[in-house]
């Protein structure tokens, strides 16, 4: 089920829900790749990158997303992340948002 949709500055983002339980599932159209990113939430950003750094996970990338700070890597082939939800009424806002454009929770994803 179509949670929202919003497109802005040139590329379209919608969350999805899968099932009633569990998380979001989003579609970017402006990501380079085939392969899915897996974005893990953490109570600690800064303490995670550290660490991540610590490892040997130097190309990281770091990034901005509606919930809060974001740094993408590749570990063995993967595509992973890590975030910390220091905006927790972001999916809110961006529901609403959706909404007001037209696009409705529960609606079909259009253009992906």
Do not use: K, N
Not at 19 to 27: E, N, Y
């Amino acid at each position: 089920m179509l949670e929202w949709r919003v497109a802005a500055m040139g590329t379209v983002v919608a969350a999805v829900r899968m099932a009633q339980a569990g998380p979001l599932v989003l579609f970017a159209d402006h990501l380079e790749g085939e392969a899915a990113i897996a974005i893990y939430r953490v109570t600690d950003y800064a303490a995670a990158i550290a660490r991540l750094r610590e490892r040997g996970r130097l190309a990281i990338r770091e990034v901005e997303i509606p919930p809060g700070p974001c740094a993408t890597f590749s570990l063995s082939g993967a595509r992973l992340g890590v975030y910390e939800l220091t905006r927790p009424h972001a999916g809110e806002h961006l529901a609403a948002r959706a909404s007001m454009r037209g696009a409705q929770p529960g609606s079909f994803l259009g253009r992906f």
